[in-house]
């Protein structure tokens, strides 16, 4: 095995799923709605309900509706992330995952290149949503705007490697709703992106601390700051470690001799 290989068998596997991708309109169409029924109807109660601004800890003031932006961002990784492991049990359920693992290249490299596969979707998701968002007077600069794509390929690795992660313990796709509930609703309620930090912690000190360290919430105050052309170092590095974290765990997962894959008797 040489470089080409694994250059041929990655963009194999990327070309595949975006393939798919484009095949299932309906996800495509989904990916949308949910964050902008956030934008465009929720947004206006919350914002009566907080107040007409919010002073982010970038030290300006904005609409509630500005504030949001990055955590429906988020979002759409978030459930992107969830939908790349769906696909991982479905394809290991009609056994073309197994047909997959049991070639002679490296597990690690083929659920790396899945991984970065549910990435590039996620992106292009996020554009277009930034998109609409521009046409609704929703704007980052320019800059701003090319600050937040090594952003979007952090927290969308973290947020896949997480689906990765969950998708090596679910035996039957029938079970994949249930996780997905009890692993998107909590991450992204207990979350800064609806709310932001200091205004959890005027109610609860306690969700204030589940909030802080929920890794989605460093991911979406990565795309925050980004946005507005300032790197936040707490959230990129907690960022980082989170994505290390579980797609090493995803890893020995999928390894038959050490991960789940083998208390299951799969490939």
Excluded: C
């Amino acid at each position: 095995m040489n470089i080409l290989h694994y250059w041929r068998a990655m963009w194999g596997i990327i070309g595949r799923e975006l393939l798919r991708y484009l095949k299932q309109r309906e996800r495509f169409i989904s990916a949308l709605v949910r964050p902008l029924i956030w934008l465009f109807v929720f947004a206006a109660g919350f914002r009566a309900a907080l107040g007409i601004a919010i002073a982010p800890p970038y030290e300006t003031y904005i609409l509630y509706e500005v504030y949001i932006t990055p955590g429906l961002a988020g979002m759409i990784q978030l459930f992107n992330g969830m939908q790349s492991s769906l696909s991982m049990v479905y394809d290991r359920e009609m056994g073309s995952m197994r047909i997959l693992l049991v070639s002679p290249l490296p597990r690690w490299f083929l659920l790396i290149s899945k991984l970065l596969a549910g990435v590039a979707v996620s992106i292009f998701q996020v554009a277009v949503f930034l998109a609409i968002a521009w046409f609704y007077e929703i704007q980052a600069t320019w800059y701003g705007y090319l600050w937040v794509i090594p952003a979007l390929v952090l927290s969308g690795l973290m947020l896949g490697a997480l689906g990765l992660l969950l998708s090596s313990f679910i035996k039957q796709l029938e079970n994949f709703a249930g996780v997905m509930n009890f692993v998107i609703f909590p991450m992204f309620f207990m979350s800064s992106a609806l709310y932001p930090l200091w205004k959890l912690k005027e109610s609860s000190e306690l969700l204030h601390t589940l909030a802080r360290y929920n890794p989605f919430s460093q991911a979406v105050e990565l795309i925050r700051f980004a946005l507005y052309e300032q790197f936040n170092q707490e959230a990129f590095i907690f960022t980082l470690i989170s994505f290390l974290v579980f797609i090493l765990l995803a890893i020995i997962g999928y390894n038959p001799s050490k991960g789940m894959m083998k208390r299951k008797g799969r490939v």
